[in-house]
């Protein structure tokens, strides 16, 4: 109570309903504190994710886990950024404009990208019409290759025309949209064309459908034979083999296992996202992952990135947590919390005592000022030189004995009677003692000082 004292507050004189206020007030403030704090805890975090595709199925893809998300009540939420492909999801990543991005391998600035997961895989398929003379990357020379998504493949041609020396081979490569491949294979415009799509039903059904097909007649799978060699210097990349029978089972085309290079799609994070959230948001999209997995097939290449430390994209500690099992536990998380819950409670209990003390303020306050007062006259008593002066003191007596009167009919605890006629008999028969002393005193003088005195 010494602080509201030094505020200024005195306990004793504010009434009792008031203080009941005020510390309910107390209660509730501190109460709604401690919820909003909670709540700001366990708030869901919403990440903005760039997404983008040449057929628009990317960012649908990722709705739907957003959505799933939200569903399952997941830590983190996704705010989806629609692009129109993997090199502006790539642009709005490393400006800054987004937390999170799918990205591909080979496209864009991916110096500040962590990954989190590999949503998909896409192989390069470099493909000839029925009947072509082209068996491999050497027939190419002085030909045309049509390239669909020119802009996003790139790296990928520049890779096999170092690769290959395809420039002094004359070689040409010529940006196709999906809707001419056909026509430019008709005219013969291109004698070949390269894909990097990923091996699910939906993408092979459409270059299935760009050729005409019966039991004698097929497309033709020109081998990247030199795959390893260039995945060893083009990280970015990989060798693979597209499995016989991939484009048509019986007869099987390819009729072998057939090599080329593969890239993976990221979702890729920034390194200072928090770890915790992450390796959260990685637990949340795999379970998302299984509940749209029927509606989305591509989605079975979903998997966890490279964790070693020398993997093409650094996983993101956050992710590596969770597929190293490595995540908190309950105890790692709340260990600090524990040990200072017992220290905070002591603080409360502290707090709640002292709010105690000050609703009961009023009921100790009225008696020790009281007796205190009463106590003093007693000194000053036996110090009276006069009658005046016991008259004067008489009168705070009564005062006070008037005091506490008036305050026992609002404060039951006040000063009981019997403790005040205790004191004031005691204070009476001081004043009577004193009075007879100065009656004495005043008998004893001298005859000669009486004569001089006045009258």
């Known amino acids: 109570m010494d602080d509201l004292s030094r505020l200024g507050i005195d306990a004793a004189r504010l009434p ?20 909003f704090a909670y709540r700001w805890y366990v708030r869901p975090v919403t990440l903005s994710i760039a997404v983008g595709s040449l057929d628009g199925d990317a960012p649908k893809i990722v709705s739907a886990l957003a959505s799933r998300l939200a569903v399952n009540n997941a ?4 705010k989806v950024v629609e692009t129109s492909g993997p090199i502006e999801s790539a642009a709005a990543f490393s400006s800054g404009k987004t937390d999170l991005a ?9 110096s500040q990208a962590q990954a989190i997961v590999v949503l998909a895989e896409a192989v390069a398929l470099l493909v000839a019409p029925p009947g072509s003379a082209i068996t491999d990357i050497a027939g190419l ?25 395809l420039g002094r081979a004359n070689v040409v490569f010529k940006n196709l949209a999906p809707d001419d491949v056909r026509r430019a294979l008709e005219t013969k415009e291109v004698r070949a064309v390269l894909f990097v799509i990923p091996l699910s039903d939906k993408y092979l059904s459409l270059v299935r459908g760009l050729f005409p097909q019966n039991a004698k007649t097929a497309p033709v799978l020109i081998p990247i034979e030199n795959a390893g060699a260039i995945a060893e210097k083009e990280r970015a990349y990989e060798s693979f083999d597209i499995p016989k029978g991939t484009l048509r089972g019986s007869p099987p085309v390819p009729e072998d296992d057939v090599t080329t290079l593969r890239v993976s799609f990221y979702l890729v994070g920034k390194k200072s996202l928090d770890n915790d959230m992450i390796a959260g948001f990685t637990q949340a999209i795999t379970a998302a992952r299984r509940d749209i997995l029927p509606e989305w097939p591509i989605l079975a290449q979903f998997k966890a990135p490279d964790t070693d430390a020398g993997a093409y994209l650094p996983v993101h500690a956050g992710a590596a947590e969770f597929y190293n099992g490595n995540q908190q536990t309950f105890l790692d998380k709340w260990s600090n919390a524990i040990f200072l819950a017992p220290m905070a409670l002591g603080a409360l209990a502290s707090i709640a005592a002292a709010l105690w003390q000050f609703l009961r303020s009023g009921e100790r306050k009225p008696r020790e000022p009281a007796l205190d007062a009463l106590y003093a006259l007693g000194r000053q008593i036996r110090h009276a030189d006069d009658e005046t002066e016991l008259l004067e003191i008489e009168n705070q007596i009564d005062n006070v004995l008037r005091a506490q009167r008036a305050g026992a009919n609002e404060d039951e605890n006040a000063l009981d009677a019997a403790t005040l006629n205790v004191a004031a008999h005691r204070l009476e028969n001081l004043i009577h003692d004193r009075r007879a002393a100065l009656n004495v005193a005043n008998a004893e003088r001298p005859l000669e000082i009486r004569d001089q005195s006045p009258g």
Not at 24 to 35: C, D, E, K, R, S
Not at 143 to 165: E, M, R
Request: charged share 20%.
């Open 75 to 78: 830590p983190v939420r996704l």
């Open 16 to 35: 009792t309903w008031l203080r009941i206020v005020m510390v309910v007030a107390l209660v509730v403030l501190a109460t709604g504190a401690g919820l």
């Open 141 to 165: 020379k002085r030909t045309t290759v049509g390239v669909v998504a020119g802009d996003t493949n790139q790296k990928i041609v520049g890779v096999l025309t170092k690769a290959y020396d």
């Open 102 to 110: 799918v990205v591909r391998g080979d496209v864009g600035d991916l």
